[in-house]
């Protein structure tokens, strides 16, 4: 600790240019101490290395962490959320049977791409799911029953909703979410819109 020559209180030495400059500024001593001090080394106050590195740092660092968050809340979501109310396969398979529904869905003319690995999470299996984009519903059971295109739909977390028309092996049916799905059959369901 140094004091302060002017009104000897005490102070770092590094610190003692401020102390001047804020206490003492009019102080007559004050303009030659001031040149005094700047000879001595270890008076000026160490400057902070580059507050515009640190920000950066803390930025990249608040980045980090949402995006971190972010990927852990959507795995946190996906392992919280109950996908359906189908109970999971023991295996990919399914123990007792193993069929290929293929669904085509038609949005006006154009038809609509079913998106690969519905129903399947790094957690579950579900009997009703797809492994690619080509419109084949896997339907894997360990227990013996029927499955709907209602319950595909369940898994899918879409709405059935009211389809003008509902092909099954290219004989119309009056559109239902209770039709069974079946190995080898092909179901087409036309809506005016599908979201
Ligand atoms: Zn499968
Ligand atoms: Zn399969």
């Known amino acids: 600790m140094d004091r302060c020559p002017i009104c000897n209180v005490a102070v ?12 003492h500024p009019r102080h007559p001593d004050t303009p030659a ?6 000879e001595e080394p270890g008076r000026s106050p160490r400057r902070n290395a580059g507050p ?3 920000i950066r740092r803390w930025q990249v ?12 809340a959507y795995y946190l979501v996906q392992v ?8 999971c396969l023991s295996g990919e398979g399914g123990r007792l049977y193993h069929w290929h ?11 609509v791409q079913l998106p690969a690995n519905i129903g399947l999470t790094v957690f579950c299996i579900e009997p009703l799911h797809t ?4 419109g084949t519903i896997h339907v894997e059971s360990d227990l013996s029953r029927y499955y709907s295109i209602g319950d595909f739909f369940g898994v899918w977390r879409k709405s059935f909703g ?15 979410p209770n039709v069974i799905l079946y190995d080898r059959e092909f179901i087409e369901l036309h809506y005016a819109s599908f979201a």
């Open 12 to 23: 770092k030495p590094e610190n003692l240019v401020r102390h001047l400059n804020d206490i």
């Open 33 to 38: 101490l001031l040149e005094k001090l700047k």
């Open 52 to 54: 515009p590195l640190r």
């Open 61 to 72: 660092l608040l980045v980090a962490t949402i995006i971190l968050g972010g990927v852990g």
């Open 80 to 87: 919280l959320t109950p996908t359906s109310s189908l109970p």
């Open 101 to 111: 529904t293929v669904l085509t869905i038609y949005s006006g003319a154009a038809q």
């Open 131 to 134: 492994h690619d984009t080509s």
């Open 162 to 176: 009211s389809p003008t028309q509902m092909l099954v092996n290219s004989t119309a049916v009056s559109p239902s």
